[in-house]
T-cell receptor, first 113, second 112 residues
Framework: DQQVKQNSPSLSVQEGRISILNCDYT??????FLWYKKYPAEGPTFLIS?????DKNEDGRFTVFLNKSAKHLSLHIVPSQPGDSAVYFC????????????FGQGTELSVKP | NAGVTQTPKFRVLKTGQSMTLLCAQDMNHEYMYWYRQDPGMGLRLIHY???????AKGEVPDGYNVSRLKKQNFLLGLESAAPSQTSVYFCASSREVNTEAFFGQGTRLTVV
């Protein structure tokens, strides 16, 4: 049973436009969410996170939005750059539930020049 | 500053062989994780540890064992490898439960 779901395996965006990556979760006890970026043959690297007490967190070109009632989060990248082309994973954790860090399936973003 | 180091980087095993993957972190992190990455499946949690001497099952623990005898090391063992365990394995560590996890470079394991 997939607790964190990324239903779009891939996304293609033009350089300079906005990229929106989506993530849904089923466990309402999750209280901390993270986005990771992964290039081929490398380990994932942390991008941005958000606590369940917030609904938005921004870091430069990256903004994460959390909608707790819908159990949905999204990552916005504005403006998108070719170097952003990678696989993006969302992850969630229930901090009082033992520390399991659960990831989604990933979305491959391609930013075209 | 090495961060999270995985050993080995590549390995080919025959069905039924055993092996141990080593993960070492030099950041004094409490939490450590082992994941496997398969096409279309994302990163699936195998086992994790919330501190030295502790281990817990993740989403896909069958066929694997782990040990955390020292805080800086987290070992993943395959007692009798199967072709279904062909995957890329990632280790990660984090300082606390609600902080970012740092990943190693991965181990590509092929079981023939």
């Amino acid at each position: 049973d997939q607790q964190v779901k990324q239903n779009s395996p891939s996304l293609s965006v033009q350089e300079g436009r906005i990229s929106i990556l989506n993530c849904d979760y089923t466990n309402s006890m999750f209280d901390y969410f993270l986005w990771y970026k992964k290039y081929p043959a490398e380990g994932p690297t942390f991008l941005i996170s958000i606590s369940s007490i917030k609904d938005k967190n921004e870091d430069g070109r990256f903004t994460v939005f959390l909608n707790k009632s819908a159990k949905h989060l999204s990552l916005h990248i504005v403006p998108s750059q070719p170097g952003d082309s990678a696989v993006y994973f969302c992850a969630a954790i229930y901090s009082r539930g033992g520390g399991k860090l659960i990831f989604g399936q990933g979305t491959e973003l391609s930013v075209k020049p | 500053n090495a961060g999270v180091t995985q050993t080995p980087k590549f390995r080919v095993l025959k069905t039924g062989q055993s092996m141990t993957l080593l993960c070492a972190q030099d950041m004094n992190h409490e939490y450590m994780y082992w994941y496997r990455q398969d096409p279309g499946m994302g990163l699936r949690l195998i086992h994790y540890s919330v501190g030295e001497g502790t281990t817990a099952k993740g989403e896909v623990p069958d066929g694997y064992n782990v040990s955390r005898l020292k805080k800086q090391n987290f070992l993943l063992g395959l007692e009798s490898a199967a072709p279904s365990q062909t995957s890329v394995y990632f280790c990660a560590s984090s300082r606390e439960v609600n902080t970012e996890a740092f990943f190693g470079q991965g181990t590509r394991l092929t079981v023939v």
